[in-house]
């Protein structure tokens, strides 16, 4: 059984921060590369970060960036999402995905988390 499981979302208040934790079982963790996205209601999903199988390389979406980190911890099978100076527009379901390192066709992830909710909110 493949797996990802997210935690980490809750409510946090505008200029707050949250740590996501995308966890993994079932596959080589060091072999994927990994994305993090996030949808709100009545709106499309969207790519926020994406890290490569070994940390190496990172990227991130232009409006989070500067505020959002991506890392992970291949012994811990863990990759994480620090999230800081939450914005009301950062508010969704956030979603992680893996991909194997040596996909090549763009968007091709094998594995999906259920997700978890993250509100920002006053």
């Known amino acids: 059984q493949l797996q990802l499981v997210e935690s980490g979302g809750g409510l946090v208040q505008p200029g707050g921060s949250l740590r996501l934790s995308c966890t993994a079982s079932?596959?080589?963790?060091?072999?994927?590369?990994i994305g993090w996205f996030r949808q709100a209601p009545g709106r499309e999903r969207e790519g926020v970060s994406w890290?490569?199988?070994?940390?190496?390389?990172?990227n991130y979406v232009t409006s989070v960036k500067a505020r959002f980190t991506i890392s992970r911890d291949n012994a811990k099978n863990t990759v994480y999402l620090r999230m800081n100076s939450l914005k009301p527009e950062d508010s969704g379901i956030y979603y992680c995905?893996?991909?194997?390192?040596?996909?090549?066709?763009?968007?091709?992830?094998?594995?999906w988390g259920q997700g978890t909710q993250v509100t920002v909110s006053a």
């Open positions: 995905a893996a991909v194997h390192k040596w996909c090549p066709i763009k968007g091709g992830y094998d594995y």
């Open positions: 079932g596959f080589t963790f060091d072999d994927y590369n």
């Open positions: 890290i490569s199988s070994r940390g190496g390389g990172t």
